[in-house]
């Protein structure tokens, strides 16, 4: 903001060294030429006076220095301009004065009216500014505003400005400074500061504090958090972030961010001391009071060569509803941690990995999550064969280890082969073949598997697994597959319409069973039959089980495509097996010989309306089992946007992480002028009486220079030490002075 004046005073250098301006090509200190043109020249040799006068320019590299005259006296080493005073900088910042004084080597100097004009258009104004030892230049009674004039009143006051009886600009520190400060919004002071600084525009890192943010809450009290840069070295730097609070102790968290040469890594943390609540009824939900509550993020990814790379990403909290209860980001359902490392090829992919798991939810303590070490991946696909057909090779490895619970070993190998070709008539054929083979040796495993019933916060009860009467197993499975799908489109074309109607059918065969009780089901229980997995030959997850059985799926595909952008696609299909089948989830829509009815609809009749709907109806009756939907309406300056959800959940497996019941969220953006928007949203379940989890209003200023973000939130989350609330949140964007955002209110929330 201050750099302008510093190059005024560094392109009027050249004169100091002209035992005349008859030349036009000088030589200085900055051993660049310097370029002199004026209307008239005047040399006294007697007084040591030179004078160029009339359109005076001094090109020196990329500044160029406009002036109606410039004096410079050889005797006192005084350089003066005046009259119309520019300076046009490479950086694209422009400096304007009336007059200029420089003496002492150009060290010290005086500018009387200057402004500066910067490169993002940001202007700064002051009486007078003076140089000190050519490293520190003050102004005096100074304006500095980003914001754009009034057209129709350029007298008008700008948006913000910022007025200082004194602004300090130090070379050395790379630091502006500002004394007795006011910030004025619309003419109107709304903050003094007797004193602030931040760096100058040359620094783009440096120490100092950030921001604050404030709040009020019925669990946390009064609280404020006062976050502190540290520009640790070019490639490193931290955020600390301490956090006060009234009514839940002092967190004290951070972030740690290094790049090197080959990678980085982001570390962010926290811990809390004394502020834990009563431990709730159900899962590690929350800590008794007194205990010490902290959460670790990190991620980072280094490149070994040009085919290699390893890397971590840590996810841990602990316990489930510190984070939130914390306002920190988080997902909702678990949180992974992830150790890896990977190799590329040209047409092959290997990765090893360690994984642990944290769930989120109040039902499932860490004894159930497993964790993996190592769980292995190789896979290599080959070129075209003579045929057409392409080979892929698998391999895999993994140890599964449980607090309690099976541990499981397996090491499989598969081999597929898949040939596309053409039919007779137009119709497209995919032929596969697979072989998989796998070992197991695990211990603890239930070979009759005993569960019992727990009721959640939603009133749903799940039937959670108790471990009784285990053994330790060895087995092995050989599984191959044989499919071949076929598809005929049916296309018409014409210079406004393209419409495709496809026929799919796939038949898949391969042995019953294959699903023997002494191989655990670890990987292969999150399961729900959809549109997705409708032609899959394998349609289960993981490994440890198969989809055995031959079955016939069968399904017509329809698309309509017009050139004024309007356009419609479904699918629609079901599956018919030529046995039944205990392998799929309950109420996962397979399992009898013929399946659910699963499908998806998405319409759009022109760019301002979107609407998509995905189902799955009971095979016997039509009921609704699954149902999604959602639509898109209006123009950017006006969108609404609306989904549902409904789903019943298969209440006999442990994976069951859905309440009971359906969902429907909402949500309207407006630009309500060329400054103004305003958004509101909406999500809640229904039925039962139903209950809001999360809605709010939204409203935002935002001009060339300033925003206003107002929000106004509810949630209804309750779990362990979480309870619901509204909170009202306000954030203050200054362009170049950063964001000012402040929780103002938090009224029965966190």
């Known amino acids: 903001m201050i750099r302008g004046g510093a190059f005024i005073f560094a392109s009027l250098v050249a004169l100091a060294a002209l035992p005349a301006l008859a030349a036009n090509e000088l030589r200085t ?14 040399y006294d040799q007697d007084l040591g006076l030179t004078v160029a006068k009339g359109h005076v320019e001094l090109d020196q590299g990329d500044d160029i220095l406009l002036a109606d005259a410039v004096t410079y006296n050889q005797r006192s080493d005084t350089v003066t301009a005046s009259g119309h005073i520019a300076l046009l900088q490479p950086t694209g910042d422009i400096l ?98 007797p004193y602030f600084s931040h760096p100058d525009p040359s620094v783009k890192r440096a120490s100092g504090f950030l921001p604050p943010t404030m709040g009020y809450g019925n669990t946390l009290g009064f609280h404020a958090t006062v976050p502190y840069y540290w520009d640790i070295a070019p490639d490193k730097d931290a955020t600390i972030r301490p956090m006060i609070t009234t009514s839940a102790g002092v967190v004290l968290g951070g972030e740690y961010r290094e ?100 769930s989120l939810s109040p039902l499932y303590g860490d004894s159930l999550e497993p964790i993996a070490l190592p769980d292995a991946l190789y896979t290599w696909t080959s070129e075209p064969d003579p045929l057409g057909g392409r080979w892929n090779l698998t391999g895999s490895a993994l140890d599964l280890i449980h607090h309690t619970g099976p541990e499981v070993r397996r090491v499989s190998s598969g081999a597929t082969w898949e040939l596309p070709f053409n039919g007779l008539v137009g119709d497209r054929f995919t032929f596969l073949a697979s072989l998989r083979t796998d070992a197991y040796s695990a211990d603890h495993v239930a070979l009759t598997p005993s569960t019992q019933p727990v009721t959640t916060e939603f009133g749903e009860t799940l039937q959670l697994p108790t471990n009784v009467n285990t053994v330790s197993t060895l087995a092995a499975r050989g599984f191959p597959q044989v499919a ?73 595909h329809g698309e309509v495509n017009r050139a004024a952008g309007q356009s419609f696609e479904t699918l629609i299909g079901q599956s018919y097996a030529f046995q039944t089948t205990d392998i799929f989830p309950q109420g ?158 938090s009224v029965g929330g966190t």
């Open 29 to 42: 200190g900055r051993q660049e030429p310097v370029l002199v043109s004026a209307d008239e020249v005047q």
């Open 96 to 193: 304007f004065a009336d007059f200029v004084e420089l003496h002492d080597e150009m060290r010290d100097g005086f500018i009387k009216d200057v402004r500066l004009l910067l490169s993002d258009r940001s202007r700064l104004a002051g009486n007078t500014a003076r140089r000190v030892a050519g490293v520190r230049t003050t102004i005096r009674r100074a304006v500095y505003s980003p914001c754009e004039l009034c057209q129709d009143d350029p007298t008008r006051p700008p948006v913000w400005q910022i007025k200082a009886e004194e602004v300090v600009h130090d070379k050395e520190l790379q630091l502006v400074e500002y004394h007795d400060a006011i910030m004025e919004i619309d003419g109107v002071p709304v903050f003094y500061a």
């Open 259 to 358: 790049r090197f040469s080959n990678g980085y890594m982001v570390n962010d943390a926290s811990i809390e001391a004394g502020g834990g609540s009563q431990s709730a009824s159900l899962g590690n939900v929350g800590p008794s009071t007194g205990d010490v509550r902290w959460h670790f993020f990190g991620n980072g990814e280094w490149g070994l060569t040009d085919q290699t790379r390893a890397g971590y990403q840590i996810q841990r909290e602990s316990d489930q509803t510190y984070m939130l209860r914390y306002h920190f980001t988080t997902p909702w359902n678990y949180l992974t941690t992830h150790l890896y490392g990977e190799t590329f090829g040209p047409s092959s992919y290997g990765n090893i990995s360690g994984l642990s798991y944290q």
């Open 484 to 556: 071949l799908k076929w598809r005929y489109p049916w296309v018409r074309e014409s210079d406004s319409t393209n419409v495709l109607i496809e026929p799919i059918t796939a038949v898949v065969a391969a042995p019953k069973g294959g699903n023997p009780a002494r191989i655990p089901d670890e990987d292969s229980q999150g399961f729900e039959f959809d549109e997705s997995d409708l032609f899959l030959p394998n349609r289960l997850p993981g490994y440890d089980r198969v989809d055995g059985g031959q079955r016939v799926d069968y399904g017509i």
């Open 588 to 745: 996962s829509g397979l399992g009898a010989r013929f399946s659910d009815y699963v499908g998806r609809v998405a319409f759009s009749p022109d760019q301002f309306l979107t609407v998509f709907y995905r189902f799955r109806f009971d095979k016997s009756d039509f009921a609704a089992r699954r149902q999604e939907a959602g639509t898109t309406f209006g123009p950017e300056s006006l969108r609404i946007s609306t989904s549902f959800i409904a789903i019943r959940p298969n209440v006999n497996t442990v994976t069951t992480s859905l309440p009971t019941g359906a969902q429907i969220a909402g949500s309207v953006t407006a630009q309500l002028t060329r400054y103004w928007a305003l958004a509101f949203f909406d999500t809640r379940s229904i039925g039962g009486g139903g209950s809001t989890i999360n809605s709010g209003v939204t409203a935002t200023y935002h001009d060339d220079c300033f925003a206003v973000v107002t929000s106004v939130t509810q949630s209804g989350i309750r779990v362990g030490d979480v309870r619901p609330g509204v909170s009202v949140l306000l954030t203050l964007v200054f362009k170049n002075l950063g964001e000012i955002g402040q929780r103002v209110l």
